[in-house]
DNA sequence: GTAAAAAGAATGAACGTTCATTCCGTGGGG
DNA sequence: CCCCACGGAATGAACGTTCATTCTTTTTAC
Protein backbone atom coordinates (compact mmCIF):
# COMPACT_ATOMS: atom_id res chain seq x y z
CA UNK A 1 0.00 0.00 0.00
CA UNK A 2 1.28 3.43 -0.06
CA UNK A 3 3.60 3.90 2.83
CA UNK A 4 4.23 7.47 1.48
CA UNK A 5 0.35 8.67 1.70
CA UNK A 6 0.38 7.46 5.18
CA UNK A 7 3.68 8.84 6.47
CA UNK A 8 2.59 12.31 4.99
CA UNK A 9 -0.51 12.02 6.48
CA UNK A 10 0.72 11.32 9.96
CA UNK A 11 3.55 14.44 9.65
CA UNK A 12 0.43 16.79 8.64
CA UNK A 13 -1.53 15.92 11.58
CA UNK A 14 1.82 16.37 13.60
CA UNK A 15 2.71 19.75 12.00
CA UNK A 16 -0.94 20.89 12.91
CA UNK A 17 -1.03 19.75 16.29
CA UNK A 18 2.80 21.63 17.19
CA UNK A 19 1.80 24.64 15.50
CA UNK A 20 -1.56 24.89 17.35
CA UNK A 21 -0.64 23.53 20.68
CA UNK A 22 3.30 23.66 20.88
CA UNK A 23 5.19 20.45 21.48
CA UNK A 24 4.34 19.44 24.93
CA UNK A 25 0.16 20.12 24.06
CA UNK A 26 0.92 17.47 21.44
CA UNK A 27 0.78 14.01 22.52
CA UNK A 28 1.25 11.62 20.14
CA UNK A 29 -2.05 9.57 21.07
CA UNK A 30 -3.33 13.19 19.76
CA UNK A 31 -1.00 13.08 16.79
CA UNK A 32 -2.32 9.67 16.12
CA UNK A 33 -5.89 10.49 16.19
CA UNK A 34 -6.12 13.51 14.14
CA UNK A 35 -4.09 11.78 11.48
CA UNK A 36 -7.02 8.77 11.49
CA UNK A 37 -4.41 6.01 12.56
CA UNK A 38 -3.24 4.06 15.80
CA UNK A 39 -0.74 5.24 18.39
CA UNK A 40 1.30 2.09 17.41
CA UNK A 41 1.77 3.16 13.49
CA UNK A 42 3.39 6.44 13.92
CA UNK A 43 6.39 4.16 15.12
CA UNK A 44 6.77 2.33 11.43
CA UNK A 45 7.28 5.60 10.04
CA UNK A 46 9.55 7.75 13.01
CA UNK A 47 12.07 6.19 15.54
CA UNK A 48 10.47 8.36 18.55
CA UNK A 49 8.90 11.80 19.08
CA UNK A 50 12.08 13.39 18.11
CA UNK A 51 12.90 12.36 14.67
CA UNK A 52 9.31 13.29 13.93
CA UNK A 53 9.59 16.70 15.10
CA UNK A 54 13.21 17.09 13.24
CA UNK A 55 12.33 15.52 10.18
CA UNK A 56 9.04 17.61 9.89
CA UNK A 57 11.27 20.51 10.39
CA UNK A 58 13.60 19.20 7.65
CA UNK A 59 10.53 19.03 5.32
CA UNK A 60 9.39 22.43 6.17
CA UNK A 61 12.92 23.83 5.24
CA UNK A 62 13.16 21.66 1.88
CA UNK A 63 9.51 23.66 1.11
CA UNK A 64 10.00 27.21 2.14
CA UNK A 65 13.63 27.97 0.46
CA UNK A 66 12.89 27.38 -3.00
CA UNK A 67 9.57 29.65 -2.85
CA UNK A 68 11.94 32.52 -1.46
CA UNK A 69 13.99 31.79 -4.41
CA UNK A 70 11.77 31.84 -6.97
CA UNK A 71 12.08 35.05 -9.02
CA UNK A 72 15.26 35.88 -7.38
CA UNK A 73 18.27 37.31 -9.37
CA UNK A 74 21.78 37.13 -7.63
CA UNK A 75 22.45 39.37 -10.35
CA UNK A 76 20.45 42.72 -8.85
CA UNK A 77 21.20 45.08 -6.72
CA UNK A 78 21.28 44.47 -3.03
CA UNK A 79 18.22 46.56 -2.46
CA UNK A 80 16.06 45.01 -4.55
CA UNK A 81 17.47 41.21 -3.51
CA UNK A 82 16.56 42.38 -0.04
CA UNK A 83 12.91 43.58 -0.27
CA UNK A 84 12.57 40.47 -2.47
CA UNK A 85 13.15 37.39 -0.19
CA UNK A 86 11.94 39.88 2.62
CA UNK A 87 8.24 40.34 0.95
CA UNK A 88 8.52 36.55 -0.31
CA UNK A 89 9.51 35.58 3.38
CA UNK A 90 6.37 37.47 4.61
CA UNK A 91 4.35 36.22 2.19
CA UNK A 92 4.33 32.56 2.49
CA UNK A 93 4.89 32.53 6.58
CA UNK A 94 1.13 34.61 6.26
CA UNK A 95 -0.27 32.10 3.75
CA UNK A 96 0.74 29.23 5.29
CA UNK A 97 0.46 30.72 9.36
CA UNK A 98 1.14 26.76 10.81
CA UNK A 99 4.15 26.30 8.79
CA UNK A 100 5.15 29.68 10.68
CA UNK A 101 4.08 28.52 13.92
CA UNK A 102 5.63 25.09 13.70
CA UNK A 103 9.12 27.22 12.68
CA UNK A 104 9.05 29.18 15.87
CA UNK A 105 8.30 26.40 18.12
CA UNK A 106 10.96 24.60 16.97
CA UNK A 107 13.24 27.41 17.04
CA UNK A 108 12.51 28.14 20.65
CA UNK A 109 12.98 24.82 21.86
CA UNK A 110 16.40 22.79 22.79
CA UNK A 111 16.52 21.72 19.53
CA UNK A 112 16.56 24.77 17.25
CA UNK A 113 19.04 26.27 19.62
CA UNK A 114 21.65 23.18 18.82
CA UNK A 115 20.55 23.59 15.50
CA UNK A 116 21.25 27.11 14.80
CA UNK A 117 24.81 27.09 17.15
CA UNK A 118 25.82 24.72 14.58
CA UNK A 119 24.65 26.79 11.32
CA UNK A 120 26.66 29.56 12.91
CA UNK A 121 29.34 28.30 14.46
CA UNK A 122 29.85 24.98 12.26
CA UNK A 123 29.13 27.23 8.79
CA UNK A 124 27.04 25.09 8.20
CA UNK A 125 25.87 27.61 5.37
CA UNK A 126 21.91 26.34 5.27
CA UNK A 127 20.94 29.98 4.75
CA UNK A 128 23.08 30.28 1.29
CA UNK A 129 21.17 33.40 -0.55
CA UNK A 130 20.95 35.44 2.94
CA UNK A 131 24.52 34.80 3.74
CA UNK A 132 25.98 35.67 0.55
CA UNK A 133 23.59 38.65 0.27
CA UNK A 134 24.69 40.34 3.48
CA UNK A 135 28.06 39.74 2.22
CA UNK A 136 27.98 41.26 -0.75
CA UNK A 137 25.81 44.46 1.23
CA UNK A 138 29.06 44.90 3.03
CA UNK A 139 31.63 44.64 0.47
CA UNK A 140 30.01 46.93 -2.06
CA UNK A 141 29.34 49.18 1.43
CA UNK A 142 25.42 49.44 1.13
CA UNK A 143 24.69 47.85 4.07
CA UNK A 144 26.45 48.66 8.04
CA UNK A 145 29.30 46.78 8.71
CA UNK A 146 28.21 44.88 11.32
CA UNK A 147 28.52 41.50 12.36
CA UNK A 148 26.67 39.08 10.25
CA UNK A 149 24.33 37.72 13.15
CA UNK A 150 23.63 41.25 13.71
CA UNK A 151 22.78 42.16 10.53
CA UNK A 152 20.53 39.24 10.27
CA UNK A 153 18.62 40.04 13.51
CA UNK A 154 17.75 43.73 12.34
CA UNK A 155 16.51 42.07 8.99
CA UNK A 156 14.44 38.82 10.31
CA UNK A 157 13.70 40.07 13.99
CA UNK A 158 10.93 43.02 12.68
CA UNK A 159 9.32 40.54 9.99
CA UNK A 160 9.04 37.94 12.86
CA UNK A 161 7.65 39.73 15.43
CA UNK A 162 5.11 40.97 12.56
CA UNK A 163 4.29 37.46 11.26
CA UNK A 164 3.19 36.74 14.45
CA UNK A 165 1.28 39.68 15.25
CA UNK A 166 -0.32 39.36 11.94
CA UNK A 167 -1.45 35.72 12.86
CA UNK A 168 -2.68 35.91 15.90
CA UNK A 169 -4.64 38.50 14.51
CA UNK A 170 -2.82 41.64 16.23
CA UNK A 171 -2.38 43.47 12.78
CA UNK A 172 -3.61 42.65 9.05
CA UNK A 173 -1.06 43.05 6.78
CA UNK A 174 -2.17 43.99 3.13
CA UNK A 175 0.31 44.00 0.11
CA UNK A 176 0.84 47.52 1.21
CA UNK A 177 1.56 47.08 4.59
CA UNK A 178 3.84 44.26 3.47
CA UNK A 179 5.87 46.70 1.14
CA UNK A 180 6.01 49.39 3.64
CA UNK A 181 7.65 46.86 6.71
CA UNK A 182 9.73 44.99 4.43
CA UNK A 183 11.18 48.48 3.42
CA UNK A 184 11.24 49.16 7.41
CA UNK A 185 13.33 46.56 7.58
CA UNK A 186 15.59 47.67 4.78
CA UNK A 187 15.97 51.08 6.25
CA UNK A 188 17.89 49.32 9.16
CA UNK A 189 20.52 47.44 7.36
CA UNK A 190 21.01 50.03 5.05
CA UNK A 191 24.41 52.17 5.48
CA UNK B 1 9.53 32.22 60.85
CA UNK B 2 10.21 34.52 57.29
CA UNK B 3 7.81 33.47 55.07
CA UNK B 4 8.70 36.35 53.04
CA UNK B 5 12.48 34.82 52.73
CA UNK B 6 11.08 31.53 51.61
CA UNK B 7 8.85 32.94 49.12
CA UNK B 8 11.50 34.61 47.15
CA UNK B 9 14.04 31.87 47.35
CA UNK B 10 11.53 29.50 45.49
CA UNK B 11 10.83 32.58 42.99
CA UNK B 12 14.85 32.85 42.60
CA UNK B 13 14.74 28.97 42.11
CA UNK B 14 12.00 28.67 39.53
CA UNK B 15 13.36 31.84 37.72
CA UNK B 16 16.38 30.21 37.14
CA UNK B 17 15.28 26.68 36.45
CA UNK B 18 12.47 27.57 33.85
CA UNK B 19 15.10 30.25 32.14
CA UNK B 20 17.38 27.44 31.87
CA UNK B 21 15.19 24.27 30.94
CA UNK B 22 11.92 25.68 30.13
CA UNK B 23 8.60 25.45 31.72
CA UNK B 24 8.05 21.82 30.86
CA UNK B 25 11.53 21.34 31.80
CA UNK B 26 11.23 22.53 35.12
CA UNK B 27 9.58 20.20 37.29
CA UNK B 28 8.10 21.29 40.69
CA UNK B 29 10.32 18.49 42.67
CA UNK B 30 13.28 19.98 41.31
CA UNK B 31 12.25 23.70 41.60
CA UNK B 32 11.98 22.87 45.51
CA UNK B 33 15.41 21.16 45.44
CA UNK B 34 16.93 24.14 44.06
CA UNK B 35 14.95 26.54 46.90
CA UNK B 36 16.11 23.83 49.26
CA UNK B 37 12.81 23.29 50.49
CA UNK B 38 9.85 20.41 50.15
CA UNK B 39 8.35 19.80 47.10
CA UNK B 40 5.04 20.70 49.39
CA UNK B 41 5.97 24.07 50.83
CA UNK B 42 5.95 25.70 47.36
CA UNK B 43 1.99 25.16 47.86
CA UNK B 44 2.38 27.11 51.00
CA UNK B 45 2.98 30.02 48.87
CA UNK B 46 1.62 29.13 45.41
CA UNK B 47 -1.48 27.60 44.39
CA UNK B 48 -0.23 26.02 41.79
CA UNK B 49 2.33 26.40 39.11
CA UNK B 50 -0.02 28.41 36.49
CA UNK B 51 0.14 31.02 39.54
CA UNK B 52 3.70 30.52 40.31
CA UNK B 53 4.32 31.33 36.48
CA UNK B 54 2.46 34.51 36.26
CA UNK B 55 3.63 35.72 39.89
CA UNK B 56 7.25 35.29 38.44
CA UNK B 57 6.58 37.18 35.11
CA UNK B 58 4.69 39.89 37.32
CA UNK B 59 7.09 40.47 39.43
CA UNK B 60 10.22 40.50 36.33
CA UNK B 61 7.89 43.50 34.79
CA UNK B 62 7.70 45.56 37.99
CA UNK B 63 11.79 44.55 38.05
CA UNK B 64 12.26 45.87 34.44
CA UNK B 65 10.41 49.06 34.11
CA UNK B 66 11.90 51.03 36.52
CA UNK B 67 15.42 50.48 35.25
CA UNK B 68 14.03 51.79 32.09
CA UNK B 69 13.01 54.58 33.09
CA UNK B 70 16.08 55.92 35.32
CA UNK B 71 17.21 58.92 33.69
CA UNK B 72 14.45 59.10 31.08
CA UNK B 73 12.98 62.55 30.58
CA UNK B 74 9.90 62.52 28.36
CA UNK B 75 10.12 65.84 27.33
CA UNK B 76 13.54 65.20 25.24
CA UNK B 77 13.34 64.47 21.27
CA UNK B 78 11.72 61.66 19.90
CA UNK B 79 14.75 60.06 18.81
CA UNK B 80 16.55 60.41 22.05
CA UNK B 81 14.03 58.76 23.70
CA UNK B 82 14.05 55.90 21.24
CA UNK B 83 17.83 55.45 22.31
CA UNK B 84 17.74 55.53 25.92
CA UNK B 85 15.03 52.92 26.26
CA UNK B 86 16.76 50.77 23.37
CA UNK B 87 20.00 50.80 25.20
CA UNK B 88 18.37 50.65 29.08
CA UNK B 89 16.58 47.50 27.37
CA UNK B 90 19.26 45.94 25.96
CA UNK B 91 21.71 46.64 28.65
CA UNK B 92 19.05 45.49 31.34
CA UNK B 93 18.43 42.01 29.62
CA UNK B 94 22.43 41.37 29.06
CA UNK B 95 22.94 42.09 32.35
CA UNK B 96 20.34 39.82 33.51
CA UNK B 97 20.10 36.81 31.19
CA UNK B 98 17.95 34.50 33.35
CA UNK B 99 15.35 37.12 33.23
CA UNK B 100 15.49 37.91 29.61
CA UNK B 101 15.61 33.82 29.07
CA UNK B 102 12.57 33.43 31.42
CA UNK B 103 10.70 36.26 29.38
CA UNK B 104 11.25 34.48 26.51
CA UNK B 105 9.56 31.50 27.86
CA UNK B 106 6.70 33.15 28.88
CA UNK B 107 6.08 35.08 25.83
CA UNK B 108 6.07 31.95 23.77
CA UNK B 109 3.79 30.12 25.74
CA UNK B 110 -0.19 30.12 25.89
CA UNK B 111 0.07 32.55 28.65
CA UNK B 112 2.43 34.90 26.95
CA UNK B 113 -0.14 34.86 23.95
CA UNK B 114 -3.65 35.18 25.83
CA UNK B 115 -1.60 38.70 28.14
CA UNK B 116 -1.02 40.08 25.08
CA UNK B 117 -3.81 40.05 23.56
CA UNK B 118 -5.28 41.25 26.65
CA UNK B 119 -3.18 44.17 26.48
CA UNK B 120 -3.25 45.15 22.87
CA UNK B 121 -7.08 44.79 22.27
CA UNK B 122 -8.12 45.76 25.94
CA UNK B 123 -5.72 48.87 26.03
CA UNK B 124 -4.52 47.70 29.08
CA UNK B 125 -1.57 49.98 28.97
CA UNK B 126 0.73 48.06 30.70
CA UNK B 127 3.42 49.91 28.63
CA UNK B 128 2.84 53.37 29.28
CA UNK B 129 6.04 55.07 28.02
CA UNK B 130 6.11 53.07 24.67
CA UNK B 131 2.72 53.85 23.85
CA UNK B 132 3.32 57.28 24.51
CA UNK B 133 6.41 57.36 22.49
CA UNK B 134 5.09 55.87 19.72
CA UNK B 135 2.04 57.82 19.56
CA UNK B 136 4.23 61.47 19.92
CA UNK B 137 6.58 60.01 16.94
CA UNK B 138 4.00 59.44 15.23
CA UNK B 139 1.93 62.50 15.43
CA UNK B 140 5.27 64.73 15.13
CA UNK B 141 5.96 62.95 12.10
CA UNK B 142 9.49 61.83 13.12
CA UNK B 143 8.91 57.84 12.74
CA UNK B 144 7.21 56.30 9.99
CA UNK B 145 3.43 56.28 9.68
CA UNK B 146 2.64 52.62 10.38
CA UNK B 147 0.35 50.88 12.75
CA UNK B 148 1.32 50.85 16.98
CA UNK B 149 2.27 47.43 16.38
CA UNK B 150 4.06 47.13 14.17
CA UNK B 151 6.37 49.99 15.00
CA UNK B 152 6.47 48.01 17.78
CA UNK B 153 7.72 45.18 15.83
CA UNK B 154 10.26 47.04 13.98
CA UNK B 155 11.70 48.46 16.72
CA UNK B 156 11.73 45.36 19.75
CA UNK B 157 12.21 42.60 16.46
CA UNK B 158 15.60 42.87 16.38
CA UNK B 159 16.47 44.20 20.33
CA UNK B 160 14.90 40.82 20.97
CA UNK B 161 16.85 38.91 18.00
CA UNK B 162 20.55 40.16 19.03
CA UNK B 163 20.03 39.75 23.16
CA UNK B 164 18.90 36.01 22.36
CA UNK B 165 22.15 35.82 20.25
CA UNK B 166 24.31 37.52 22.58
CA UNK B 167 23.05 35.62 25.54
CA UNK B 168 23.34 32.04 23.43
CA UNK B 169 27.23 33.58 22.52
CA UNK B 170 26.49 33.84 19.02
CA UNK B 171 27.99 37.44 19.39
CA UNK B 172 29.57 39.33 21.74
CA UNK B 173 27.98 42.95 22.47
CA UNK B 174 30.12 45.50 24.08
CA UNK B 175 28.83 48.92 24.55
CA UNK B 176 29.88 50.36 20.81
CA UNK B 177 28.16 47.53 19.32
CA UNK B 178 25.09 48.14 21.65
CA UNK B 179 24.78 51.78 20.42
CA UNK B 180 25.16 50.69 16.82
CA UNK B 181 22.58 48.13 17.21
CA UNK B 182 20.12 50.69 18.91
CA UNK B 183 20.64 53.26 16.16
CA UNK B 184 19.92 50.55 13.52
CA UNK B 185 16.55 49.76 15.44
CA UNK B 186 15.64 53.79 15.50
CA UNK B 187 17.07 53.83 11.22
CA UNK B 188 13.86 51.21 10.82
CA UNK B 189 11.15 53.48 12.59
CA UNK B 190 12.32 56.75 11.75
CA UNK B 191 10.48 58.48 9.11
C1' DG C 1 -8.02 -19.82 -11.08
C1' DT C 2 -8.27 -20.55 -6.40
C1' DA C 3 -7.33 -21.69 -1.83
C1' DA C 4 -3.97 -21.95 1.62
C1' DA C 5 -0.05 -19.96 3.70
C1' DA C 6 3.24 -16.53 4.65
C1' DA C 7 4.53 -11.73 5.21
C1' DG C 8 3.72 -7.22 6.21
C1' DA C 9 0.99 -3.31 8.25
C1' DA C 10 -1.80 -1.55 11.56
C1' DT C 11 -3.78 -1.52 15.94
C1' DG C 12 -4.74 -0.08 20.76
C1' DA C 13 -4.43 -1.88 25.38
C1' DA C 14 -0.80 -2.10 28.61
C1' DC C 15 3.61 -0.68 30.67
C1' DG C 16 6.88 2.07 33.00
C1' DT C 17 7.98 6.70 33.88
C1' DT C 18 7.31 11.38 35.09
C1' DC C 19 4.79 15.01 36.66
C1' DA C 20 1.71 18.27 39.60
C1' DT C 21 -0.56 18.00 43.57
C1' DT C 22 -2.08 16.14 48.14
C1' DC C 23 -1.52 14.16 52.55
C1' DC C 24 0.28 13.22 56.82
C1' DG C 25 3.90 12.72 60.30
C1' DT C 26 7.35 15.69 62.55
C1' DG C 27 9.49 19.22 65.25
C1' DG C 28 10.19 23.68 67.05
C1' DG C 29 8.06 28.19 68.99
C1' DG C 30 4.52 30.25 71.89
C1' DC D 1 0.37 21.24 75.12
C1' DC D 2 -0.93 23.08 70.96
C1' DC D 3 -0.27 25.04 66.57
C1' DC D 4 1.29 25.28 62.15
C1' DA D 5 5.07 25.65 58.89
C1' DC D 6 7.54 22.15 56.83
C1' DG D 7 9.33 18.02 54.27
C1' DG D 8 8.94 14.37 51.43
C1' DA D 9 6.45 10.04 50.54
C1' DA D 10 2.06 8.95 48.41
C1' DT D 11 -1.29 9.59 44.71
C1' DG D 12 -3.34 9.58 40.37
C1' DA D 13 -3.31 11.49 35.83
C1' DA D 14 -0.87 11.81 31.54
C1' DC D 15 2.72 10.74 28.68
C1' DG D 16 5.90 8.15 25.18
C1' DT D 17 6.69 3.78 23.82
C1' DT D 18 6.05 -1.31 23.25
C1' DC D 19 4.07 -5.56 21.77
C1' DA D 20 0.74 -9.33 21.27
C1' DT D 21 -2.85 -9.48 18.27
C1' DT D 22 -5.75 -8.58 14.16
C1' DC D 23 -6.35 -7.33 9.54
C1' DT D 24 -4.62 -6.94 4.68
C1' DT D 25 -1.83 -8.04 0.93
C1' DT D 26 1.20 -10.98 -1.51
C1' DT D 27 3.09 -15.33 -2.62
C1' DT D 28 2.87 -20.18 -3.22
C1' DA D 29 0.94 -24.78 -4.49
C1' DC D 30 -1.86 -27.36 -7.16
Known amino acids: MEKCDKREIIMKAALEMVAEHGFHGSPMAMIAERAGVGAGTIYRYFENKEVLIQELYRDLEDRIFPVLLEGYVPERPIRERFLHLGTAWLRYVINNPLDFLYLEQFHN ?47 FGPLVAVARDHILSFVTLDDALIALTVEACWDGVKR
Chains 1, 2 share one sequence.
Not at 126 to 135: A, I, T, V
Not at 140 to 147: D, R, S, T
Open 109 to 155: SPYGVEFRRDKILGKKEGCGPFHDLFNDGISQQVIKGLPLVILFSLF
